[in-house]
Nanobody, 122 residues
Framework: QVQLVESGGELVQAGGSLRLSCAAS??????MGWFRQATAKGREFVAA????????YYADSVKGRFTISRDNTKNTMYLEMNSLKPEDTAIYYC?????????????????WGQGTQVTVSS
């Protein structure tokens, strides 16, 4: 049974840092990603990592501040978030899929975690 479990979300001050984790079980995935959803907004792409080489992709809004990584020995993905801003406040979701394509869109992922809340205070 496939399961994705996020952790690491909490309240942090603007300018601070957090590291989110996503522990996967049941399968090894071709691509994994992070999406976020702020209150009253749609779910948006944040970052993704793909393939054995671990090619990475980022939304423009987080490029240079966030770093996605993956430990294949632990089947766990991470999102290191630095220089956090109040507009980063959202529920962050881990996603995974067996296919390599469409990594920036919701429909590109079959498996989703329950989410972890990140709140950045000003």
């Amino acid at each position: 049974q496939v399961q994705l479990v996020e952790s690491g979300g909490e309240l942090v001050q603007a300018g601070g840092s957090l590291r989110l984790s996503c522990a996967a079980s049941g399968r090894t995935f071709s691509k994994m990603g992070w999406f976020r959803q702020a209150t009253a907004k749609g779910r948006e792409f944040v970052a993704a990592i793909r393939g054995t080489i671990g090619a990475t992709y980022y939304a423009d809004s987080v490029k240079g501040r966030f770093t996605i990584s993956r430990d294949n020995t632990k089947n766990t993905m991470y999102l290191e978030m630095n220089s956090l801003k109040p507009e980063d406040t959202a529920i962050y979701y881990c996603a995974a899929d067996l296919d390599y394509s469409d990594l920036r869109v919701l429909a590109g992922y079959d498996y989703w975690g329950q989410g972890t809340q990140v709140t950045v205070s000003s």
